[in-house]
């Protein structure tokens, strides 16, 4: 009797535990492919404004049931980072608690209703109305889950997120791993950007059909002679007897029937006298998916798209067919008070210095930026590398943290490609920034494997990456951006080699001469070990010391133009060179540390609050002139 009921006490703990487990469901990845639509059968509802806030440092909360309504709590703007929206908050990174009420539209009745949130850094849990909904890791992603079951009609429904940003050698991007932070920096961070936290992008509400739904579009497109073509891939649930694809613009409207077997249909459509996307013409084609029943349409879903095509050779990557050589920055998501926040009127403005510089391209250094963004890039024609979160990346020491971040970076891959697949902007995948195979900075170039067990690990592990991210999206290319003194044999993975170098500033600061000597012998030697088509994504110079100097100087404006210039000189010697991205576009806020002075970079060419350095009107100068 006694061995039944000790049975019986053990399958209750088992069943507890089990059902506490699920209570919270993993975000899918899937769930994120269609960004929310208004139209004649999907509705949608922006949650952006100002939520309850409150925090958690003894992490009580779940405890003491926070989410079933907030008490003592502050005010806060969503989106936006809580590090800059309160003085007593900058560098508190643990668990808070935001939270919302309102009505839904009762026309929504009868409609799948989903909740998603553009980004939580870093980790999030979601209730709705007190009962747990699902949970996401990973800041700069969006994730969705269906609450439909969860809503309450003709009443308050009240949306609960706990966020926390803890750092964790375990977590992409890397963090509080002491003996390998960036410049022992607080917070302790491996990477040279501030940990900025919270709901940075909106949370949005939306419906799609109850019965049969589109739950992805791929499109792939390409061209031969002067007639392009869209392969456009249709994933649905529910049972339908056909659909239709619609593109539209240029003066035509091209219509296509799809038929789909177990969910998916696919349509091969034709466009004469195709109109080529590129940043000399980004033209947009207008793509309409309408599925029916009963000759009936019971969904639709419109995108906008570019028909492009991007390869490479052993010297050139090519858009269209054509070489392309790209000019432009790494950039941050970072501004005053924002902090990493959507500020809209910021991306506009940044687009716009863009052209004014006469850029072509930038890096969503380093994580994937809001989804406006791209919208942006397409329509201003401005070719995007975008990048997951894997910076401060390491191969050496604890294997299970190890598979945490592989792990987590394969997420990060699935997710990014769900989410920008079809924007012609975007034009590579960059699967890691600077990541490093031994416990510091030196030089890792040993060609004995045995010489160093995380350069064989991060060879395993970034291959890994690349192959997925060229499997799930083989019309793109992929790469890695390689730290100075990194292996030389990782360059080997991508399709093309991508590699941020710092020599005049980091090493041999102060000495453009050997600077340019040092570049140009490092870029030959790299070529010969690769023969693959090399781009500077970073190089560049702090300048913040005010006021001109007759003598060029370190951290002054002189220093920084005259570096950028000798750079882009050495590159214009080298046909193997296929870009330059100068580091960066603006100022931006770091961790502290005693080589950011004021917790800054300054290695902006604009100041963070968009004033051009020396720097700016000498690349609007240079890039203006030349061509594409």
């Known amino acids: 009797m006694q061995s039944k009921l000790l049975l019986l006490n053990a399958l209750f703990i088992i069943y507890l535990t089990s059902a506490h487990a699920q209570a919270f469901k993993s975000a899918d990845a899937k769930d994120i492919a269609l960004f929310p639509q208004q139209n004649d059968f999907r509705n949608t509802l922006n949650l952006s404004g100002v939520w ?67 980004a939580a850094t870093y980790a999030a849990k979601i209730w709705i109305n007190g009962i747990p909904l699902g949970r996401h890791e990973g800041g700069q992603m969006p994730f969705a889950f269906e609450i439909s079951p969860l809503v309450k009609w003709h009443a308050n429904n009240r949306i609960t997120i706990q966020v926390e940003n803890i750092l964790k050698p375990s977590r992409v991007p890397t963090g509080g791993a002491v003996e390998t932070s960036f410049f022992h ?38 061209f031969q002679g002067a007639d392009g073509y869209m392969e456009v891939k249709v994933k649905l649930e529910g049972a339908v007897a056909d659909g239709q694809v619609t593109v539209s613009g240029d003066g035509k409207n091209i219509k296509m029937p799809v038929h789909f077997q177990a969910g998916t249909g696919v349509a091969m459509v034709k466009i004469p006298n195709v109109r080529l996307w590129s940043p000399d013409d980004p033209f947009l084609y207008t793509v309409e998916v309408n599925i029916k029943q009963g000759g009936n349409t019971v969904d639709r879903y419109m995108s906008e798209t570019g028909v492009r095509t991007i390869t490479v050779t052993s010297k050139l990557v090519l858009l269209n067919g054509k070489p392309i050589f790209l000019k432009g920055f790494g950039k941050h998501e970072d501004f005053p008070i924002f902090g990493r926040g959507t500020a809209l009127p910021v991306m506009v403005m940044d687009f716009s210095l863009l052209k004014w510089i006469g850029a ?53 891959i699935e997710e990014l490609i769900n989410r920008d697949k079809n924007h012609p ?61 990194g292996p030389q044999r990782w360059l080997t993975l991508g399709d093309v080699v991508c590699i941020n170098r710092y020599w005049g500033w ?64 050495v590159a214009d010697g ?55």
């Open 52 to 118: 309850k806030f409150k925090k958690d440092s003894l992490g009580i909360g779940e405890k003491e049931k926070w989410f079933d309504g907030l008490t003592g709590n502050r005010s806060i703007a969503v989106p936006g980072s809580w590090n800059d929206q309160f003085g007593d908050m900058h560098d508190y990174l643990g668990l808070t608690w935001y939270e919302t009420e309102g009505y839904i539209p009762k026309g929504w009745k009868g409609q799948r209703i989903f909740i998603r949130i553009g």
């Open 185 to 222: 920096n607080t917070p302790a961070t491996n990477y040279d950007f501030f940990p900025y936290s919270g709901l940075n992008r909106a949370v949005w509400l939306y419906t799609i059909p109850a019965k049969t739904s589109i739950n992805d579009v791929v499109i792939k497109t390409g």
């Open 360 to 412: 072509n391209s930038f890096r969503t250094s380093h994580y994937p930026y809001d989804e406006e963004y791209m919208n942006m890039a397409d329509r201003e024609g401005i070719l995007v590398i975008d990048e997951i979160p894997a910076v401060g990346l390491y191969f050496h020491g604890d294997t299970t943290a190890l598979k945490l971040r592989q792990a987590q970076c394969k997420r990060d």
């Open 425 to 485: 902007s975007v034009i590579m995948w960059s699967v890691a920034n600077e990541p490093f195979g031994s416990a510091s900075f030196q030089v890792q170039s040993s060609s004995t494997p045995a010489a160093n067990s995380g350069t064989e690990r991060g060879m395993t592990c970034l291959g890994e990456l690349i192959q997925m991210a060229k499997k799930k999206d083989p019309t793109r290319l992929a790469t890695f951006v390689g730290v100075m003194g």
């Open 506 to 569: 980091y090493i041999g600061g102060g000495d453009i001469p050997g600077a340019i000597k040092g570049i140009s012998n490092e870029l030959d030697a790299t070529y010969k070990l690769t023969q693959k088509p090399i781009m500077l994504t970073e190089f560049g110079a702090d300048a913040n010391i005010p006021g001109h100097t007759e003598q060029p100087k370190m951290y002054t404006e002189e220093y920084q133009r005259d570096l950028i210039k000798a750079y882009l000189d």
């Open 574 to 628: 080298k046909d193997f060179v296929f870009g330059m991205h100068v580091w960066c576009f603006a100022d931006f806020k770091t961790a502290a540390a005693s080589m950011r002075p004021g917790a800054m970079n300054y290695k902006g060419v604009f100041t963070r609050d968009r004033k051009p350095k020396l720097s700016a009107y000498y690349l609007r100068s240079r890039w203006n002139k030349s061509a594409n």
